[in-house]
């Protein structure tokens, strides 16, 4: 389909026009095939770190269920904030929400093994957490100096790092079934390598919406091999409800110190993410830079979607970056085509039976795509961080903070003697990791000696200056 069958040049960069609707349609699905997948995973990552997920025979594994048709739901309501409005809420640009990544690390030691009784902290949390982001938006362009490169990549990389762990495990089995003789098999590595082995086919030999839902294509390729193996239980699709409503505080509300502090200070890295993300719709559909009104009205509409998902017992949404390579793609700008996309999200959160078939995905064929997609986060970080001038300043900071907080993420007990909610914090290894680098890159504006480091470096002491930093004089900031 050409551009001009779809608008003129100058209607594909107006974010108020709308494509004829037999061609928004499709254009709206899109957008949330390409999210799709990495929208529902983080419930499923949580509700299994909690013990009712896969695998577990767990009585309260409807749970899940529901937790996945409120992510659809409520990613649906996070994306109209964004393009149709609110007063002062939303950019009215085509911003496509879904549930973040970024809070996985926090949410897990929160819930690790305690059952569904355990979200509702995560619900007061997130509806904190969503209010502290939403309030963020008063100031968030004067914030941006405090998450440079050097600081957001190495977050980004540590989500991806902290999640890798579960995709190997969901591709063996699943954490219930380690102790089993079939975890790890070669059946169930067969099922996650389909998958794998397909995304990566698309994504090197495929073109346009192929590619861009590589990994939703290869799920159903490898769901298709799995139902074939007799690895599929349709029991949950037949059981579920053809339609229900979310319902008010579904897993109740609890306020912890740890979940509150851990989401306030995520939100603050998630603020600065959209801000990238609503300048990366701007320039890439529109040739222009983002106005502080859209800035401002994106994170007002992340942090307000975030905190009614917590009323409702769906996790925090953000701005999907994926969407915005999509917009860039297409060349279309819609805002109308990106409503259409919620709508459609929306009413998938609607039927339980969605959830319901989602659930039925074997989890080795999920951890499949959890590979690929967290493999992606960690490469998405190390991409950030190659804007970075890699002095020899810069990576002092770096090497501490990684060293810190990676380390205290693999070896929890270290700090056993802290206060609970201390520890909580801790051991997720992002906060440490990105308090760290903040406040060294603040404190330490000054480029360090060769002697410095050399020594500790053995003569690696970092002599690329980045893709940015070639043009930049001084190292004094990232």
Not at 58 to 71: A, L, R, V
Request: net charge negative; charged share 10%; proline share 5%.
């Amino acid at each position: 389909m050409s551009a001009t069958s779809i608008g003129t040049p100058e209607q594909l960069r107006d974010p108020n026009y709308t494509p004829p609707i037999a061609t928004a349609i499709p254009l709206g699905i899109q957008h949330v095939l390409a999210m799709f997948v990495s929208n529902v995973t983080p419930a499923i990552i949580v509700c299994g770190a909690a013990g009712f997920g896969f695998g577990s025979n767990s009585p309260d594994f409807p749970q899940m269920i529901y937790m996945i048709q409120m992510s659809m739901f409520f990613a649906g309501i996070a994306t109209l904030f964004q393009t149709i409005g609110v007063g002062p809420v939303g950019a009215r640009l085509p911003i496509v929400q879904g549930t973040s990544f970024a809070f996985i690390p926090i949410m897990i030691p929160l819930v690790a093994g305690k059952g569904v009784d355990a979200i509702a902290v995560l619900m007061g949390g997130i509806l904190v957490g969503g209010l502290f982001h939403a309030f963020l938006g008063l100031f968030i362009g004067k914030l941006r100096f405090a998450l440079p490169p050097l600081v957001t990549g190495l977050v980004v990389t540590m989500i991806g790092l902290a999640l890798v762990k579960v995709g190997i495990q969901y591709a063996a089995g699943g954490v219930p079934a380690m102790d089993q003789p079939e975890y790890g098999s070669l059946l169930n590595w067969t099922m996650a390598g389909t998958v794998i082995l397909v995304t990566l086919g698309l994504k090197f030999f495929a073109r346009g919406m192929l590619s861009v839902s590589a990994v939703l294509v290869g799920l159903l390729v490898g769901y298709a091999v799995a139902f074939l193996l007799g690895e599929v239980n349709l029991g949950n699709v037949g059981r579920a409800a053809p339609f229900a409503l979310p319902n008010p505080l579904h897993f109740g509300l609890e306020f912890s110190v740890a979940a509150i502090v851990g989401f306030c200070l995520m939100s603050f890295v998630s603020a600065v993410e959209t801000v990238g993300d609503v300048s990366g719709i701007t320039k890439g559909g529109a040739g222009r830079e983002a106005t502080d009104t859209e800035i401002q009205g994106a994170t007002y509409a992340d942090g307000l979607g975030t905190a009614i998902s917590g009323l409702f017992g769906a996790l925090p949404n953000t701005s999907f970056s994926q969407n915005v390579g999509l917009i860039a793609m297409t060349g279309v700008m819609s805002r109308g085509v990106v409503t259409i996309g919620a709508l459609f999200l929306i009413l998938c959160g609607l039927i339980p039976k969605v959830g319901a078939v989602i659930s039925s995905v074997p989890i080795e064929v999920l951890g499949g795509g959890v590979i690929v997609m967290f493999g992606m986060v960690v490469a998405a970080g190390i991409s950030m961080l190659s804007d970075v001038n890699w002095n020899r300043r810069n990576m002092v900071i770096f090497a501490i903070a990684l060293s810190l907080g990676f380390g205290l993420q693999l070896e929890p007990n270290a700090l056993q003697y802290l206060p609970q909610t201390l520890k909580v914090l801790a051991t997720s290894g992002i906060l440490p990791a990105a308090l760290i680098a903040i406040v060294l890159n603040l404190v330490l504006p000054q480029e360090l000696s060769g002697e410095s480091t050399e020594e500790v470096s053995g003569g690696m002491s970092g002599h690329g200056t980045g893709l940015k930093g070639k043009e930049e004089a001084s190292g004094a900031n990232v």
